[in-house]
């Protein structure tokens, strides 16, 4: 079948967030074609290029999100007339509440949700419509018109009081945001040499990537599936708390909505984790529909530690990851101030690199703190060529792969305060080891009794789990055996892409035929792909030979109708 994969700053950019698993989850399905859409989220991803495709890769097609030059289209009156209908019940339902989790529940008590569902929708798609066939819509939603429609419904009976307190910057900021959030509908991707080709489109996250196959499904009947490793609204939640309450509100209802929309639309959603499920249950997703598909890791770099656990120091504690405020290593270097009480020759290894200037000014805080909490008493309290805590990064002569820095511990800590699927940790139980990890997020459900846990931002319980570890290293073998053992089965690439193709199976084969696609034979063809023109040998021919001759029985007959089968049946 032919895949329309849809990504936002992602595949197949080289910097792109998900790229490593899209790029998996293509090359692991080769017997498939892929169509991708890709939305580019910054000049400068655009010019650091694209990673090597593989053949089954058919095209590829890209949008700038950061940059959308004027349309040049103009309007006529009934045009003008139609956007501003569109656009101001767009801006009224926003203004009626957001769909936000902290409302859904007085929604639903008095039925309101799926009448402000359907308004936000009819509102969408009319914009979507209106866009199709004006030939763009950037000009009109940066018009004064928007302005004036956000204004009036600001200001409308029983709008939201944060919503009548907006002003002329916050309507502006507004307008703006949605302009920039609205793009994907003026472009040229729904008509049938497009998206409307694919059988199935594949969006790598929420929001923008799933835009674009939200109107492919509605203008050509595309299923829609979409895969969110991290909730694209929460990002949002935790991005927009330097703006007025009044900004925040309605863009809070904006993404909301379209979150829900989008999850009414999706025939599945596979989060990442139970507790990505949980977001979108709450977010409005129909828990039917939900398919948790953990990534896929690829495990080969560290088979070889898995496989040779004798290599870990009995006295070293290990720290991966990227250097920002959220990795709380403020807390486990105080931990580890207590662990050095109990086991003075304990070493803490931190190895990773700082994300952004942020992350930089970060490192180089903990660096002083590592320096106040152990000095060096040959070279001065701010010295730190013998202490105890090294911070070091991946390609230095102490760790030149990341399967080395792992080797290197006995235990490996996690101190996150907020974490999505805990990648690295899942690289340590590939390793074979034991690990002491912050109750964040998807930590549980990946560790799954096979490690220690403690809540986050509490140094004491960080510490005594790591002493507990540190003492018994018949323990640590134990639980590292384990982890890696759970590891190989839940989160490899090959059981996420057994999972994805399972599920393109599922979706295609209860959707009906969209088209009367036929072979050159007359034939018609239930995919866009058949399934035989990846089969090796020469019986493809020879069938298509007894066809014209009418024998087989089997093959003889009259062509029938092109309609959708079960999987099962599809695979017989």
């Known amino acids: 079948m032919r895949i329309g994969l849809l990504t936002e700053g992602g595949y197949p950019y080289v910097s792109g967030d998900a790229s490593p698993w899209c790029d998996r989850l293509v090359r692991g399905l080769a017997q498939h074609e892929f169509d991708v859409y890709a939305l580019g989220r910054s000049e400068r991803q655009e010019d650091e290029g694209w990673l090597l495709l593989p053949s089954q890769v058919r095209r590829v097609r890209t949008a700038p999100l950061w940059a959308a030059e004027g349309d040049g289209v103009a309007y006529g009156r009934r045009a003008r007339r139609q956007f501003a209908e569109c656009y101001g019940e767009l801006a009224a339902v926003l203004c009626a509440g957001a769909a936000a989790e902290g409302d859904r529940a007085s929604e639903r008590s008095d039925g309101s949700s799926a009448a402000l569902a359907d308004r936000f929708a009819s509102a969408l798609y009319g914009l979507a419509e209106l866009a199709r066939e004006e030939g763009g819509l950037v000009g009109a939603l940066r018009s004064e018109t928007a302005v004036r429609a956000l204004e009036r419904a600001c200001h409308a009976p029983g709008a939201l009081r ?213 000095p060096d008493e040959a070279d001065g309290p701010h010295a730190v060529g013998d202490n105890p805590v090294s911070f070091e990064e991946i390609g230095g002569p102490e760790t030149p792969t990341l399967a080395d820095a792992y080797a290197s511990g006995a235990v490996i800590v996690l101190s996150s305060v907020v974490e999505g699927f805990p990648i690295s940790l899942v690289e340590a139980m590939f390793c074979g080891r034991a690990t002491v990890s912050t109750d964040v997020g998807a930590v549980v459900e990946v560790i799954g009794g096979t490690g220690l846990v403690v809540p986050p931002r509490n140094p004491r319980a960080l510490a005594e789990a790591c002493v507990a570890l540190l003492r018994d290293p018949e323990r640590r073998e134990r639980l590292g055996a384990a982890a890696r053992a759970r590891a190989l089965e839940l989160f490899t690439v090959e059981q996420n892409i057994t999972a994805f193709h399972s599920i393109y199976l599922d979706i295609v084969s209860h959707c009906p035929d969209r088209r009367a696609a036929l072979d050159d034979t007359g034939d018609p063809l239930p995919f866009a792909v058949p399934a035989e023109a990846h089969v090796p040998g020469r019986w493809t021919a020879a069938a298509s030979r007894m066809v014209a001759r009418g024998g087989p029985g089997w093959a003889a007959g009259p062509p029938v109708r092109a309609t959708r089968v079960p999987a099962a049946e599809a695979v017989r």
């Not at 002003?167 to 998206?195: F, K, M, N, Q, T």
Request: charged share 20%; aromatic share 8%; net charge neutral.
């Open 162 to 374: 944060t919503a009548h307190e907006a002003r002329v910057p916050d309507l502006l900021a507004i307008a703006a945001h949605l302009e920039h959030a609205l793009r994907p509908l003026s472009l040229d991707w729904y008509e049938d040499d497009g998206l409307g080709s694919v059988d199935l489109c594949h969006a790598a996250s929420g929001g923008a990537a799933a835009l674009p196959g939200l109107l492919a499904r509605h203008f050509t009947g595309v299923p829609l599936l979409v895969t969110e490793y991290g909730v694209r609204l929460r990002t949002h939640y935790l991005a927009a708390t330097d703006s007025s309450p009044a900004v925040r509100s309605l863009l809070a209802a904006f993404h909301g909505r379209l979150a829900a929309e989008i999850y009414r639309q999706a025939a599945y959603i596979t989060p990442g984790n139970a507790h990505a499920r949980r977001w979108q249950e709450r977010c409005g997703a129909d828990r039917t529909k939900l398919r948790t598909v953990y990534p896929g890791m690829d495990a080969s770099p560290f088979a070889e530690v898995g496989e040779s656990p004798e290599r870990a120091a009995p006295d070293t504690l290990v720290w991966v990851g990227r250097i920002e405020p959220v990795k709380d290593l403020v807390s486990l270097l105080h931990a580890f101030a207590e662990i050095r009480k109990e086991e003075p020759g304990t070493r803490l290894r931190i190895v990773g690199a700082p994300g952004g200037p942020e992350g930089s000014a970060y490192l180089t805080h903990c660096k002083a703190l590592a320096a106040q909490l152990f």
